[in-house]
């Protein structure tokens, strides 16, 4: 099942866990530690945050990392940028507006 980016990041856990990862790639039982739920609960999260392709994982040895996978986040960046050119524009149509009013007292 494909996953929707902005469903993964609607939970504030799998928020918390793209800014762990963002610092530095983790095992699961490092994200885990960092977190007052089961080890169960926090590959949950994983597993969406993964199908949503938000992380990635690498196997080193016998362990899985799991890194931020940025390529994705821009497109969120990039998502975010064309509302900000929306609200941006909304707020200056009532700056001028405001601005007629204080100048028509």
């Known amino acids: 099942m494909r996953r929707d ?9 799998r928020r918390a866990i793209i ?3 963002a610092i530095q790639a983790m ?16 590959s949950k999260h994983l597993r969406v945050l993964t199908e949503c392709e938000l992380i990635k994982h690498e196997q080193i040895g016998r362990e899985i990392y799991y890194q931020l996978n940025a390529n ?4 969120i960046e990039k998502y975010l940028g064309q509302l900000k050119k929306i609200w941006e524009s909304k707020f200056n149509e009532l700056d001028k507006v405001l601005e ?4 028509a007292k």
């Open 27 to 42: 095992t699961p039982n490092a994200i885990a530690a960092n977190f007052n739920s089961s080890r169960q609960a926090i």
């Open 72 to 75: 994705k986040m821009k497109e």
């Open 100 to 103: 007629k009013i204080k100048k």
């Open 5 to 13: 980016v902005f469903q993964a990041i609607a939970d504030p856990t």
């Open 19 to 21: 800014l762990l990862i």
